[in-house]
């Protein structure tokens, strides 16, 4: 008799628990372009290829593109890995890695970006160079995909 009184003291618990189980909305974390505009970073920072994230509560970050990837912004040739990554804030991205700009003959390391009173600067180790946000608009298309390994040296060496 009193297996029989646990089991259905259990039962009923569970019955009485699965509207609060269900009513549970699952999880669905924005998308890369939603994340820049919470963030107050344009959208046309990362290629459309950008479609994959990790964020951390301490603002490090991870983000996954289909392909490596070139594209034509503002007369520069910016080259983007498979992955990127670095610190994230309101406005800012600083310690980024996995992004760089073609300047003369050389690909030089993008390590940071600041958006802010209508201007996006970009940090070229110490030097900056500020652009009118008016030209991040929408994300840039890749010009060179797989093949951009070709062209790009890795930034880290294996």
């Known amino acids: ?18 509207p609060f189980a269900s009513a549970a909305a699952p999880y669905d974390p924005p998308t890369v372009p939603e994340l820049m505009d919470q963030l107050g970073l344009p959208r046309a920072l990362l290629p459309e290829t950008a479609r994959r994230y990790l964020l951390h509560d301490d603002g490090t970050f991870e983000l996954f593109l289909d392909d490596g990837c070139v594209v034509e912004a503002g007369g520069y040739r910016v080259g983007y890995d498979i992955k990127l990554s670095g610190t994230v804030s309101p406005g800012s991205v600083t310690g980024l890695e996995g992004v760089r700009v073609r300047v003369l003959f050389a690909w030089v390391p993008i390590t940071g970006v600041e958006a802010a009173d209508g201007e996006v600067t970009v940090h070229i180790g110490p030097i900056r160079k500020s652009f009118p946000a008016v030209g991040f608009k929408s994300s840039p298309r890749c010009i060179i995909g797989l093949a951009a390994a070709d062209i790009l040296p890795p930034l880290v060496e294996q």
């Open 1 to 18: 008799m009193e297996a029989a009184a646990s089991a259905l003291l259990l039962l009923g618990l569970s019955a009485s628990l699965a």
